[in-house]
């Protein structure tokens, strides 16, 4: 996916074991479409090469405020003038330090202070470091002065410690860094969504499930999060990563995941029903696995319950988005559907369209009526979704 197309990145380089991950940063910042400079410090060089930037990022590596290959000189001006931000990753404490109190005495500090574009730091550094009085004043300073941090991360430390600093991996980077530039707006909404199928048990090794991969799910939780939710995603059993700031709840059955959504409930402002619950259970699941026989075998299926209508239905419901799969018919089933369950807004696509696919085909119903959108793949509709979903919201809360 292209999400950062058209978007010229530099990417600072600080020196710091974690320097070794910035290559991979670079690598993942030119797939997503952005242009790349690299800047290396004195320190950074001493970690990863010029060369491995260069090469990664097919733009020439600038370490030195004196190089004379900048026809005016001023590598410090026109390198950041049209770039959308400035990223350093990873961010030492001394370079902290040095943008603290703004400090122009090598290339990368002189371009953060003459730039005029945002700029974003991914701390990485010793955990007592970090820690410091001195490095936590700086932080405060830089974040106070409109510097936005990334990170850092707690886990294993490189020099054997365990704690707070570790630069955030560079697919976290990236993902916080597309985030960056969605507009927030689902600021202050706490969004609980389900995802997937559920799986309802016949005996110890068997059940009933469908071929939902959660895919359009997660892409639309991770579009609530870039928009600025706080978000609470109830996923049955799927094989996805849990997307970049999301609370990501797991559930087997319909009945876990309803215990789980009204879990989560208090206090949301939007439920988005995506998952594709089973409507029915067995009635009562073998406790032992269910041995051949060879003659028939009849299965009593008990009716689960509706999760979103019941949401729906509370007194304090959260603005509700359900989702419906059809075969055929998928204006009047999904309109159906959205009256039937009471819900502001509704999101039908076909099952051959949608089900396990990367892309897919949807229409939008709501109160004004339908908004087909056009073929694309989930994480781009994911989006779609988001800013007709915030448009409806903004409208609710202007009183008629
Ligand atoms: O996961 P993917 O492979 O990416 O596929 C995405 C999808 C096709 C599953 C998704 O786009 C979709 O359409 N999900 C809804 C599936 C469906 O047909 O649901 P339904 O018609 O059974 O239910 C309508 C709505 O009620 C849905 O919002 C559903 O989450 C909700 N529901 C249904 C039954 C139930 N017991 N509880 C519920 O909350």
């Not at 789980?260 to 696995?289: M, N, S, T, W």
């Not at 009849?298 to 949401?311: F, G, K, Q, R, Y």
């Not at 696509?349 to 908004?371: E, F, P, R, T």
Request: hydrophobic letters at 45%; aromatic letters at 4%; proline letters at 6%.
């Amino acid at each position: 996916m292209n999400e950062l197309a058209g978007r010229k990145i530099v990417l600072g380089v600080t020196g710091g074991v974690a320097a070794y991950k910035a290559a991979e940063l670079v690598r993942l910042l030119g797939k997503a479409g952005a242009r790349v400079q690299v800047v290396l410090t004195d320190a950074g060089a001493r970690f990863v090469t010029p060369v491995t930037f260069q090469a990664l990022s097919g733009n020439t590596v600038w370490t030195d405020i004196w190089d004379p290959r900048m026809a005016n000189n001023m590598a410090h001006i026109d390198l950041s003038r049209d770039a959308d931000a400035v990223l350093v990753a990873p961010a030492s404490a001394d370079f902290i330090a040095r943008v603290a109190h703004g400090l122009a005495d090598d290339l990368l500090t002189t371009l953060c202070l003459a730039r005029d574009c945002p700029l974003l730091v991914a701390p990485a550094m010793n955990r007592q470091m970090w820690e410091h009085p001195a490095t936590q004043r700086n932080v405060r300073q830089i974040v106070d002065d409109g510097v936005t941090l990334f990170g850092p991360a707690a886990g294993d430390q490189a020099c054997g410690e365990i704690g707070m600093g570790r630069m955030e991996e560079p697919e976290t980077l990236l993902e916080n860094l597309i985030a960056y530039f969605v507009p927030k707006t689902l600021a202050g909404r706490r969004v609980v969504l389900t995802a997937g199928p559920t799986f309802e048990a016949i005996d110890p090794v068997r059940g009933i499930t469908n071929s939902s991969s959660g895919k359009m799910g997660y892409a639309l939780a991770r579009a609530c999060a870039q928009a600025g939710a706080e978000v609470v995603l109830v996923s049955g059993p799927v094989a996805l990563p849990a997307p970049v700031g999301v609370r990501r709840i797991d559930v087997r059955s319909a009945l876990e995941m309803r215990a789980a959504v009204f879990d989560a409930l208090p206090g949301a402002d939007v439920f988005i029903g995506v998952a594709a619950v089973a409507d029915y259970r067995p009635a009562q699941a073998a406790e032992h696995k269910i041995k051949k026989s060879g003659e028939t075998l009849s299965l009593a299926l008990t009716p689960n319950p509706d999760i979103l209508t019941e949401v729906a239905a509370r007194a304090d419901a959260p603005f509700c988005v359900g989702f419906a799969a059809e075969s055929r018919d998928l204006d009047a089933y999904a309109e159906g559907k959205r009256r039937n369950k009471r819900l502001p807004m509704l999101v039908g696509n076909l099952v051959g369209d949608g089900l396990g696919s990367d892309d897919n085909l949807v229409i939008l119903y709501d109160d004004a009526g339908k908004h087909p959108l056009p073929r694309a793949p989930k994480s781009v509709l994911a989006g779609q979704i988001v800013d007709h979903l915030a448009g409806l919201l903004a409208a609710r809360a202007i009183p008629s």
